[in-house]
Nanobody, 119 residues
Framework: QVQLVESGGGLVQPGGFLRLACAAS????????MRWYRQAPGKERELVAD???????NYIDSVKGRFTISRDNAKNTAYLQMSSLKPEDTAVYYC?????????????WGQGTQVTVSS
């Protein structure tokens, strides 16, 4: 059984920072691409950033220069460092990953962690 567990969400003032973590656990052979999505109230879920196993990353325009995605392959963990946070960054943030387990490649989701940016 493979699980993704996010942590690090919370309430922060505008201009502040947070660091999210996503840990994959279970019977894992290899973790391929890891992604962070977010979903704000009344809006569709959107891909915020992704990172390949080799460390190549992509971001949506609205977070470029403010968010940094990284990963630790030895720990099967991805991180999202968020700085200069804005109220419009308020959302539930979800981790997503393509994971090899028992010779099968499947896509997994975490349960989400709330990020609220407010004064």
């Amino acid at each position: 059984q493979v699980q993704l567990v996010e942590s690090g969400g919370g309430l922060v003032q505008p201009g502040g920072f947070l660091r999210l973590a996503c840990a994959a656990s279970g019977s894992i052979s290899s973790v391929n691409i890891m992604r962070w999505y977010r979903q704000a109230p009344g809006k569709e879920r959107e891909l915020v950033a992704d990172i390949s196993r080799n460390g190549f990353s992509n971001y949506i325009d609205s977070v470029k220069g403010r968010f940094t995605i990284s990963r630790d392959n030895a720990k099967n963990t991805a991180y999202l460092q968020m700085s200069s946070l804005k109220p419009e960054d308020t959302a539930v943030y979800y981790c997503n990953a393509d994971i090899w387990s028992a010779a099968n490649l499947r896509n997994y989701w975490g349960q989400g962690t709330q990020v609220t940016v407010s004064s």
